[in-house]
């Protein structure tokens, strides 16, 4: 049997899955861990400075393809691959920001969508490269607050100036020197990027873990219904469950018609419950009051995001008013199923609440409108996808904006009157819930 990956795609996920096979047993083993668990590192620069080549220096692969030819990356290049001992990053591989021509301004719109996710940058320079395009670059990303290396490349066709080396350390940056084509100072370069990245990208928080004591039980409601991959759980449940069990709780599964005889057969309530969001209402009133309950939407809103600002901005539908402008943002690009929860649910339920028919726009994956001051509210799907920064950044640029925001699971609870109740496992939140409230 070969040794040659094979190479599969995720129908949720919208990455990869490598599986290769122990020759001797003859069993396969898949590596994978989703986009959103891993540290974002993006490598930027002009073209032609060789990003592509210290990608590929990098990974030890040839991932992205290197010419001589300006221009040559379009799209950014994604390589996923684990780096000890920082465990599973993505590499992103950005387009020159100073492409020109219609397409150049595309790529250059792709690119800077990637300052949005990068938990770490790469700015590639040569040696006598450093002029005001690097100097808006290095501004963009210390204003993003993404800590960034500079990274000398091409040191054995040319010594970096002096002049250079002055103005980088006055900024208090000490450049890695490389040269991606002979490999000279990559493995210094790997010493950087593991010092420099970031802890909480790193270590990320727990979803749910933090919330059960040792050894106790969680029930997740999970129902099956037509969005739901067949033979499989999607993501957020899967990440919960194992967020759970990493934190030595027990765990229980049920369908949310089973949960009522479920909970009967239990000698001691659960210390938690867990609805998919769309079987909000029905789990709510089969949950005894003493338990605490919540939906996966709202455990991924802190998670991934700010859930005290997400707390805030689902507070303010009840400013909504029939035709106001709502934005509906889903990370994934998954093909909305029959009643989809955000074409056709939401919609549906604010419309109810609201008393009157809004008008939504839909965007999905990492599109998003240039102008969102005319949404009276944008509601983001949970994030499960991407990683924390590239929520977090979303949200800042909500707030610079003035426009409130929250997510799926905090706006269907807040529609359907059990908001209070769906906060209950975040004392924080409930707190600055109960404050507002009272104002």
Known sequence: MSDEPLLLANITAGDYTFITFDNESGVSVMEKTNKGMRLHIAIFGRRNVGKSSVLNSLVGQSVSIVSDQAGTTTDPVEKAMEMLPLGPVLFIDTAGTDDTGDLGRLRIRKTMSVFERADLALLIIEGRGWGSYEEELYAELKQRAVPALIVINKVDEVTPEPD???????????????????????????EHIIKAAPEE????????????????????????????????????????????????????????????SALNRLK?????????????????????????????????????????????????????????????????????????????????????????KLHFDHFQGQDFPENIRDYKLIIHCGACMWNRKAMLSRIVRARQYGVPITNYGLTIAYSLGIFERALQPFPQALKVYKAERAE
């Open 268 to 356: 001691t309530p659960p210390a938690l419950v867990v609805t998919d969001s769309q079987a909000f209402l029905k789990v709510a009133s089969d949950t005894p009051m003493e338990v605490p309950m919540t939906s996966f939407s709202i455990l991924f809103a802190r998670f991934k995001g700010d859930l005290t600002e997400m707390v805030r901005g689902a507070m303010t539908i009840d400013e909504l008013q029939p035709g106001d402008k709502v934005l509906i943002c889903e990370a994934c690009t998954h093909h909305p199923i029959g009643d989809d929860i955000g074409r056709a649910k939401i919609p549906r339920w604010l419309a109810r609440y609201v008393g009157g």
């Open 201 to 260: 990208a790193v270590n990320l928080q727990s979803i749910i873990g933090d919330l059960l004591p040792s050894g106790e039980l969680v029930v997740l409601v999970v129902p099956i219904d037509l969005e739901a991959p067949r033979g499989r759980l999607i993501l957020p449940q899967v990440q919960t469950i194992r967020d759970a069990l990493d934190n030595d709780a027990c765990v229980m599964v049920v369908k949310e018609r089973d949960f009522p």
């Open 164 to 190: 250079v080396m002055e103005i980088l350390r006055s900024k208090g940056e000490e450049p890695v020197l490389i040269s991606a084509l002979t490999g000279q100072g990559i493995d210094e370069l790997r």
